[in-house]
């Protein structure tokens, strides 16, 4: 049996041997934008005749993408759009085509307690053959030590033949405490849209009680943090040199507890941001993308820093990857700011089919995005939906201070200007 030190270094060294072999040589991601294999892990499905088996099922689907996401060769689809699919249900070829992957993780847990079976089977999505499978019986043993020992043994097994020049960091459950982690990844959702003074406060005490669940939990700190660069960032402080240096105080003690939690970077390039110090808020995302190259929250916040810091269409692949990590997630900020993206790189066709595609698909709308699409209209020459949303704008005039908003998010002012002159425009014109 691999004791759990090696077991722990068996999870760096992940890479399927089927990806080498179909799919050719993958570039080390670096700073690069994957566009190389791409795995879902389905929910393992729970088959024992009473049901004490679904927390273990539960517990192996996250562990499995948590280390396999360390890897920035391979792309691993998020929890939350792998959820909607249930394995009896969907076959690789359907899931192929949903989430755009090349391979699917098939897992089942059967047995009891005093003997568990778990079996895991990888597929080829555009063939739908079986690449590869195995079995795994344990005895009785305590639920987080059984599930993290057949997470590493599945990945092990699905690790033959990776090439040693593409392994990457180790990768650690962020923490056992389930309700603590549960509890940060629904606050990051509560956020969007992340303008609106009530969800940052609602979110803030979610996270705040993440840190009373579990205070060695990075994640915590870290989202902690996020509220108050957000409370900053989007002019809702009444001390914003404040929210500020809060923001950058929690997430240091983040990155004391886990220095590769990419959201602490990002944080602390939002709140670079709120101080206008755009070269510094670029190196911290810079920094969240080499330790998280697979979070789709870092990517899509390494689109918005790029972005609004004159680099809008270095920003647009990160907009894009993000949706690819996390696709069926619509309570996300992804295609939002990949419509700001292709707005300020000129390409409005792109950005208005990006903003439309969100309200479809009910995620967050707020009134940063209502400027964003009346300004499009505007730009595209469609006047009377460019009227009909400036008018819609009034709704938030005493609430939000979008024009403030707006010059101090772009780094250069005419950029500012592309967003505020059509507005200024349509309202003289009323």
């Known amino acids: 049996m691999v004791s759990g030190s090696g077991l722990f270094l068996v ?24 566009g190389g294999p791409s795995l879902a892990v389905l929910p393992f499905d729970d088959v024992t005749a009473d049901g004490s088996g679904e927390q273990l099922a539960a517990g192996l689907t996250e562990d499995i993408i948590t280390d396999l996401s360390q890897l920035p060769a391979i792309d691993v689809i998020a929890l939350s759009s792998v959820l909607p699919f249930e394995a009896r249900k969907s076959t690789p070829a359907l899931i192929g085509r949903e989430l755009r992957v090349s391979h699917v993780l098939f897992g089942s847990v059967r047995g009891s307690p005093e003997q568990w079976r778990v079996t895991a089977q990888l597929y080829d999505t555009k063939s739908g053959n079986q690449v590869w499978a195995q079995r795994f019986d344990r005895g009785l043993s305590g639920t987080l030590a059984l599930q993290d020992e057949l997470a590493l043994k599945i990945v092990e097994g699905m690790s033959v033949g990776f090439r040693g020049d593409l392994l990457n960091r180790p990768g650690r459950p962020p923490t056992e405490n389930v309700a603590a982690h549960a509890l940060y990844k629904q606050a990051l959702d ?21 840190i009373e669940l579990d205070p060695n939990y990075a994640g915590g700190y870290a989202g902690t943090a996020y509220t108050h660069a957000f409370m900053a960032f989007w002019g809702r402080s009444e001390s914003p040199d404040q929210d500020a240096q809060r923001a950058f105080d929690l997430s240091a003690r983040a990155l004391e ?22 070269d510094e808020a670029v190196l911290a995302s810079d920094k969240a993308i080499e330790v998280r190259p697979n979070d789709p929250y870092v990517a899509i916040y390494h689109a918005a820093v790029l972005l609004s810091s004159g680099a809008p269409t270095k920003g647009i692949p990160y907009a894009e990857r993000a ?27 792109q950005a208005l089919d990006a903003f439309e595609r969100n309200i479809a698909r009910g995620g967050p709308f707020g009134a940063h995005i209502q400027i964003y699409l009346t ?3 505007a730009h595209l020459g469609k006047m009377d939906e460019a009227r009909e949303n400036r008018a819609a704008l009034e709704l938030y ?9 707006i010059r101090r998010w772009m780094k250069e ?18």
Do not use: C
């Not at 996300?332 to 409005?348: E, K, V």
């Not at 005039?397 to 908003?405: I, S, V």
């Not at 950029?415 to 309202?427: D, H, I, M």
């Open 11 to 34: 999870a760096v060294a992940v890479l399927v041997w089927v990806f080498l072999t179909s799919e050719g040589d993958i570039e080390q991601l670096g700073h690069e934008i994957s």
């Open 190 to 210: 509560l956020v969007n849209p992340p303008n609106d003074m009530g969800r940052l406060l609602a979110a803030r005490r979610a996270f705040e009680r993440v």
């Open 257 to 278: 507890l886990d220095p590769s939690f990419g959201l602490a970077y990002s944080t602390r390039a939002f709140a670079h941001q709120a101080r206008r110090d755009f």
């Open 323 to 349: 949706l690819r990590l996390d696709p069926l997630n619509p309570r996300t900020p992804y295609l939002n700011i990949l419509g700001m993206a292709n707005f300020h790189a000129g390409r409005y066709p």
């Open 375 to 377: 300004a499009t209209y």
């Open 397 to 405: 005039r005493d609430d939000f201070p979008w024009k403030d908003w």
């Open 413 to 430: 002012p005419e950029e500012a200007e592309r967003v505020l002159g059509p507005l200024r425009e349509l309202a003289a014109g009323q």
